[in-house]
Structure formats: C-alpha cells, structure tokens
Nanobody
C-alpha cells in the first residue's frame, strides 16, 4: 500500500514557474514508477509525465515536453514536477500516481497506476 500526498499548488500568474511535490509513504518507494496527471475543469484527467523507479527513464506528454520536468528523490520518498512558463490553460487539479513495473509505452495510461494522491489545485491567472 502506498499513500501519496501532493503539495505546492496555488494561484500564480502566467509566465511563472511552480514546483509540485508528492511524498509517498512506505519503504519501497524506489520500486514504484511515478506519474503526474492533471484534470482541468470539466475535462478528463490527462497524463503529463512519468519517471521510472530508479529515475533513469522519464516520459512526457507532447503537450508539456520541454516545459515541464519530472524528477524524484528516492531518499526522500518524493517525486517532483517542475512547471515553467505557466499558462492559464495549465489550470487544473494535479495528481501524482504510483504503479509497479509499468512498461514505458503504458506510462500515459491511467490504469497503469494503482495508487493516487488527493490532488493539488493549480490556478494560473492571465
């Protein structure tokens, strides 16, 4: 069982950067692949980025590639999402998720992840 808690969201102006954090419970954090998703108001939850358990492999949605960066610190049981040049369309609830042994081609699939955090709201004003 893994318990995930996101933090770092808030109300920001367009153009700034923001870093989200997700802290996981348990002693086997490094065995989990981690992903970030978001759900804009009235829309489906969408994949943003994923990182393998050891941190060597990362995978991004085309929509955020080059602007968002995922990283993890296994010593702190934490995964991060660095978001740069934020836009009003980035407004959403952001979720982190954990899954085991995910084939990289399936990083973007919600069903690949067994555990989810409660989400953190990011609102970007113009």
């Amino acid at each position: 069982q893994v318990h995930l808690v996101e933090s770092g969201g808030g109300l920001v102006q367009a153009g700034v950067s923001l870093r989200l954090s997700c802290v996981a419970s348990g002693r086997t954090f490094s065995s989990y692949d981690m992903g970030w998703f978001r759900q804009p108001p009235g829309k489906e939850r969408e994949f943003l980025a994923a990182v393998s358990g050891g941190g060597a492999v990362t995978y991004y949605a085309d929509s955020v590639k080059g602007r968002f960066a995922i990283s993890r610190d296994n010593a702190k049981n934490t995964v991060y999402l660095q978001m740069n040049s934020l836009k009003p369309e980035d407004t959403a609830v952001y979720y982190c998720a954990a899954g085991s042994g995910i084939y990289w081609r399936n990083y973007g699939a919600r069903h690949s992840y067994a555990y989810w955090g409660q989400g953190t709201q990011v609102t970007v004003s113009s």
